[in-house]
């Protein structure tokens, strides 16, 4: 029988049939071209959450390291980084509402390779009622300013701070309507546009993407990847660029309500900056 995700051994978050985490001696050098991160979590509400990191692009990872709560109820990481140097890496992360139920976005950092970890900011006020903000996805505008999309319920909206996250605006809606609620993946185009890639949970489901050519203050119109889903089980994307320009998307994915659903991937040309 398999155990579930989130099996604790002596106290101590695993792996289903993992090694538990431990206390990252630090010492990380996020500055190595072939470095690669990522965070993860043991419950999406009241959990803990543990990290690891390659330097070989992913052949090979070390981990799990603990993530502390930060005197939060809990956390729950995803993968949402960004590097300022060789010691120093800014990290995005989910922890519970005050009634303990999901969520809002805070700001922790490291400047010593991971070794320890502080909190920096909450991102927004804390939602109300049955609203959470959850998931985000952030990208570097310049060296101080920085935008960070953000789940809601049936939406993705963005908030942005010029002065490297000390203070933050709240710039609009990205996607109005993303059905029952869908985390965004947002990258910078080699051409300075942004491109946000989401999984549409409402009627036709599929994945839909939109640019923006002003550092996010507005944003195109939909673009539809696929739209021949069978149900709205799916997104959850990741999107990079290609040395040709062209869009990498990936996403789980099903067409049919009762079928096992698949990782699948969208190549797509963003066009060029108008």
């Given at each position: 029988?398999?155990?579930?995700?989130?099996?604790?051994?002596?106290?101590?978050?695993?792996?289903?049939?993992?090694?538990?985490?431990?206390?990252?001696?630090?010492?990380?050098?996020?500055?190595?071209?072939?470095?690669?991160?990522?965070?993860?979590?043991?419950?999406?509400?009241?959990?803990?959450?543990?990290?690891?990191?390659?330097?070989?692009?992913?052949?090979?990872?070390?981990?799990?390291?603990?993530?502390?709560?930060?005197?939060?109820?809990?956390?729950?990481?995803?993968?949402?980084?960004?590097?300022?140097?060789?010691?120093?890496?800014?990290?995005?992360?989910?922890?519970?509402?005050?009634?303990?139920?999901?969520?809002?976005?805070?700001?922790?950092?490291?400047h010593d390779g991971?070794?320890?970890?502080?909190?920096?900011?909450?991102?927004?006020?804390?939602?109300?009622?049955?609203?959470?903000?959850?998931?985000?996805?952030?990208?570097?505008?310049?060296?101080?300013?920085?935008?960070?999309?953000?789940?809601?319920?049936?939406?993705?909206?963005?908030?942005?701070?010029?002065?490297?996250?000390?203070?933050?605006?709240?710039?609009?809606?990205?996607?109005?309507?993303?059905?029952?609620?869908?985390?965004?993946?947002?990258?910078?185009?080699?051409?300075?546009?942004?491109?946000?890639?989401?999984?549409?949970?409402?009627?036709?489901?599929?994945?839909?993407?939109?640019?923006?050519?002003?550092?996010?203050?507005?944003?195109?119109?939909?673009?539809?990847?696929?739209?021949?889903?069978?149900?709205?089980?799916?997104?959850?994307?990741?999107?990079?660029?290609?040395?040709?320009?062209?869009?990498?998307?990936?996403?789980?994915?099903?067409?049919?309500?009762?079928?096992?659903?698949?990782?699948?991937?969208?190549?797509?040309?963003?066009?060029q900056l108008r």
């Amino acid at each position: 029988m398999r155990p579930p995700d989130g099996t604790k051994v002596a106290g101590v978050f695993t792996e289903p049939g993992g090694k538990a985490a431990v206390r990252c001696p630090g010492g990380i050098d996020f500055s190595n071209p072939d470095f690669a991160f990522t965070a993860r979590m043991s419950d999406k509400d009241l959990g803990e959450s543990r990290f690891y990191y390659s330097i070989n692009r992913g052949k090979f990872w070390n981990g799990p390291y603990i993530l502390p709560n930060f005197e939060q109820k809990g956390t729950a990481a995803r993968t949402d980084y960004l590097i300022q140097g060789k010691s120093d890496l800014t990290l995005f992360l989910t922890v519970p509402k005050s009634n303990g139920k999901e969520g809002r976005v805070i700001v922790v950092q490291t400047h010593d390779g991971a070794k320890t970890w502080h909190l920096i900011s909450f991102i927004g006020p804390e939602p109300s009622g049955d609203d959470y903000a959850i998931m985000p996805s952030s990208v570097r505008l310049s060296p101080t300013s920085i935008l960070t999309a953000i789940r809601h319920p049936h939406f993705i909206e963005t908030w942005r701070s010029d002065d490297n996250l000390k203070t933050r605006q709240l710039v609009g809606k990205a996607v109005p309507d993303t059905g029952r609620g869908n985390p965004p993946a947002m990258i910078q185009l080699r051409d300075g546009r942004l491109a946000l890639v989401y999984g549409s949970r409402k009627e036709p489901y599929g994945i839909h993407a939109r640019l923006s050519s002003d550092n996010g203050q507005s944003w195109g119109e939909e673009l539809i990847l696929r739209a021949d889903a069978g149900a709205w089980d799916l997104g959850y994307c990741c999107t990079v660029q290609r040395t040709d320009g062209k869009i990498v998307s990936v996403y789980y994915y099903n067409e049919a309500p009762d079928q096992e659903r698949y990782i699948g991937a969208t190549i797509w040309d963003p066009g060029q900056l108008r």
